[in-house]
């Protein structure tokens, strides 16, 4: 049982942790490379187990009342649930909120997942209200706008937001399981030159320490947790 833990912790902790840049070989004897890379192990990277995503879900479609269903589905063809995604018209996060419109709905932080779900709950809810409960009709203004809704009289004729709604609608039927997910601080960011001798990397700065000790407490216990799970 040891073995499985630490193998999926390693593991783990490979598909979390920022990458680490290409570095440039040496022609020094004992194989030393120089690492110069830009390391985000800032103090505020966090790992979200997926029974805890899947609360901030609960409770954001309690909040509103709005279908957790059509949360996650919403999550799930917005961001694939990527907490730390931005789109290139500036949208971020899990439900992909446009900063304008996050501060309108009292999101101060978009990169926080339950922040980002809450606001995305919000402007959903407000849309379904305007639209008496229309489904469609609030998701292609969630995606488009309600100015163009209003202007076409229904789903805008954007191929774009027709197949969003389409698809939203079809994740809205399946039994989405939501991942486990990690934060990254985006506002520490330290750029260090390391020796590498023999596969072995110096030791990493106290900082450095202390975050990813703190994301391999949080990939453990999501893991423990998941082998308990029947």
Sequence with gaps: ??????????????????PVLPVSESNDDSFAVTLSNTVNYGKNDTLICSDELEEIFQQAADTYQVPVSLLKAVAKAESDFNPNCVSSAGAVGIMQLMPETARELGVTNLYDPEQNIMGGAKELAGNLEYYNGDVSLALAAYNAGRGAVKKYG???????????????LAYMNEDINVPDITTYDTTTTTTSTKKQTQCK????????????????SSAYTCIVSKLNTP
């Design 1 to 18: 049982m040891i073995e499985r833990i630490n193998n999926y912790s390693s593991t783990m902790m490979m598909s979390t942790a920022p």
């Design 154 to 168: 229904g789903i805008p004729p954007y191929t774009e937001t027709q197949n969003y709604v389409k698809k939203v």
């Design 201 to 216: 990397v110096d030791a990493l700065s106290a900082e450095e320490e202390l975050a990813l000790e703190r994301l391999m």
